[in-house]
């Protein structure tokens, strides 16, 4: 009897680590793996063809540009500039990526998630509200003010956001822990989404009048990433 519930729980526990571990990007398997976009002579790994190792350069582990700000000019206020395995492909099966975040005054990074990733932010100027709300069924808020060289995390999968309370502009930067993080904006999935949601649907599940549901539907929502 003893000799079968160690098993379970040790066929528990394997299953657990095995969960874990697929958890963020997996491990490479080789040195480097540079992403290329023709599949002549390539190598298909974590969702990209590989070039032949011999024909790697720097440029390929090289982006230049995240000293420029970028366009603010919107409706949310912010801008994200990402530079993932689109932008250096020698990113490609190494897991981590960055963002760089420009914000007006006032601006925010409107409530998303990163389905694959964790996200460490880095305050360079200005100040920002930042938070995450944790699963069900707490919806916990963990929030703080943010200054310049402070540091926060938002855990993988979370819903989070970050605002500019400041009076002048605000840039952050932030890495994430996979070459391709992905983001939901919850706002232009839920009410932009092509084709829309049903509106009795977001009518029950938000408890708004069908009219309200219909007017955000029928608004632009930005992208600011």
């Given at each position: 009897m003893m000799k079968g519930v160690c098993f379970l729980v040790t066929v528990a526990l394997l299953?657990?680590?095995?969960?874990?571990?697929?958890a963020s990007d997996p491990s490479p398997l080789q040195d480097i793996c540079v992403a290329i976009s023709d599949p002549k002579d390539g190598v298909f790994v974590n969702g990209k063809f590989c070039k032949d190792p011999k024909l790697a350069s720097a440029d390929d582990f090289f982006y230049y540009g995240l000293h420029i700000p970028g366009n603010i000019t919107n409706p949310v206020g912010s801008m994200v500039t990402p530079v993932n395995v689109e932008q250096i492909p020698g990113l490609n099966t190494l897991g981590i990526s960055m963002v760089r975040i420009d914000y007006t005054p006032y601006g925010q990074n409107p409530p998303h998630t990163h389905p694959r990733a964790t996200e460490i932010l880095v305050v360079l100027e200005g100040t920002l509200l930042v938070g995450f709300v944790t699963s069900n069924n707490e919806?916990?808020?963990?929030?703080?003010?943010?200054y310049k060289g402070d540091?926060?995390?938002?855990?993988i999968g979370l819903i989070h956001f970050q605002f500019n309370v400041g009076k002048t502009n605000a840039v952050a930067f932030a890495g994430l822990s996979s070459q391709n993080p992905g983001v939901i904006t919850i706002a232009n999935?839920?009410?932009?989404?092509?084709?829309?949601?049903d509106p009795d649907v977001l009518t029950r599940a938000f408890q708004l009048d069908e009219d309200v549901v219909k007017d955000l539907q029928s608004r632009f929502w930005w992208d600011n990433n």
């Amino acid at each position: 009897m003893m000799k079968g519930v160690c098993f379970l729980v040790t066929v528990a526990l394997l299953a657990l680590a095995s969960s874990l571990a697929s958890a963020s990007d997996p491990s490479p398997l080789q040195d480097i793996c540079v992403a290329i976009s023709d599949p002549k002579d390539g190598v298909f790994v974590n969702g990209k063809f590989c070039k032949d190792p011999k024909l790697a350069s720097a440029d390929d582990f090289f982006y230049y540009g995240l000293h420029i700000p970028g366009n603010i000019t919107n409706p949310v206020g912010s801008m994200v500039t990402p530079v993932n395995v689109e932008q250096i492909p020698g990113l490609n099966t190494l897991g981590i990526s960055m963002v760089r975040i420009d914000y007006t005054p006032y601006g925010q990074n409107p409530p998303h998630t990163h389905p694959r990733a964790t996200e460490i932010l880095v305050v360079l100027e200005g100040t920002l509200l930042v938070g995450f709300v944790t699963s069900n069924n707490e919806n916990g808020l963990i929030s703080k003010v943010l200054y310049k060289g402070d540091v926060f995390v938002f855990p993988i999968g979370l819903i989070h956001f970050q605002f500019n309370v400041g009076k002048t502009n605000a840039v952050a930067f932030a890495g994430l822990s996979s070459q391709n993080p992905g983001v939901i904006t919850i706002a232009n999935a839920v009410f932009g989404s092509d084709p829309p949601i049903d509106p009795d649907v977001l009518t029950r599940a938000f408890q708004l009048d069908e009219d309200v549901v219909k007017d955000l539907q029928s608004r632009f929502w930005w992208d600011n990433n």
